[in-house]
């Protein structure tokens, strides 16, 4: 069966020190993966991608991601959290065609404390 | 970028009445798009893929009859909630990919904030 799981619920992390978030899928063929940041009342925003190539991935907001295969993973990193970056935080995957929609993990809500 | 366009944001209703929603994928054209439902502090489920000119495909469990959705054009779709319930209240929010260019992401709305009351 096709399914992501992000582990953490909830994550508190002090403001200034650094985030991993994880995110483990389950996808019969080639996985193509997002991460998406949700805050309050909004809709979803695009983190970063993976499609192909390198493994590791640069988005925005400082934010970075590395897809292991033989892991099945691709967690999200930031070596430094602002005040800013509390919100919830998505994991997906999905096929690269535009007719099928995304299988999304159940989030990892991010609090940062002062 | 590429950017989907959810109206109303939110919306109160009186229970037994009906609210469309509109999705609109702005500079691409989609010819399928996604609704999905959000309770609180819950991920996002999907209900129904919308298909340019024909019939919703409904994922199991969703009721057809209440949740009517149409999809007129490569660039707007439409969920109807009929005959709403407090039960319906919920965060709805829809997606699009773009259907010519390859390697692209979903592109969500901003959401829907439905009060039923």
């Known amino acids: 069966a096709q399914s992501v799981t992000q582990p953490d619920i909830h994550i508190t992390v002090s403001e200034g020190a650094s985030l991993e978030l994880r995110c483990n899928y389950s996808?019969?063929?080639?996985?193509?993966l997002f991460w998406y940041v949700q805050s309050p009342g909004q809709g979803l925003q695009l983190l970063l991608k993976?499609?192909?190539?390198?493994?590791l991935v640069q988005g925005i907001k400082g934010f970075e991601a590395e897809f292991k295969r033989s892991q099945s993973s691709f967690n999200l990193r930031k070596p430094s959290v602002h005040w800013s970056d509390a919100a919830e935080y998505f994991c997906a995957v999905g096929p690269n065609q535009a007719g099928t929609a995304l299988i999304f993990g159940k989030g990892t809500t991010l609090s940062v404390s002062s | 970028g590429a950017v989907v366009s959810q109206h109303p944001s939110w919306v109160i209703c009186k229970s037994g009445t009906s609210v469309k929603i509109e999705c609109r994928s702005l500079d691409f054209q989609a010819t399928t798009m996604f609704w999905y439902r959000q309770f609180p502090k819950q991920s996002l489920m999907l209900m129904a893929t919308?298909?340019?000119?024909?019939?919703?495909?409904?994922e199991q469990g969703v009721e057809k009859d209440k949740f009517l959705i149409n999809h007129a054009s490569l660039t707007l779709s439409t969920l109807t909630v009929t005959s709403a319930h407090p039960e319906d209240s919920s965060f709805y929010i829809c997606?699009?990919?773009?259907?010519?260019?390859?390697?692209?992401?979903?592109?969500f709305g901003q959401g829907t904030r439905l009060t039923v009351v």
């Open positions: 997606s699009a990919r773009d259907s010519v260019t390859v390697n692209t992401e979903a592109f």
């Open positions: 996808y019969g063929a080639t996985p193509y």
């Open positions: 993976y499609f192909s190539g390198d493994t």
């Open positions: 919308s298909n340019e000119g024909s019939k919703a495909t409904y």
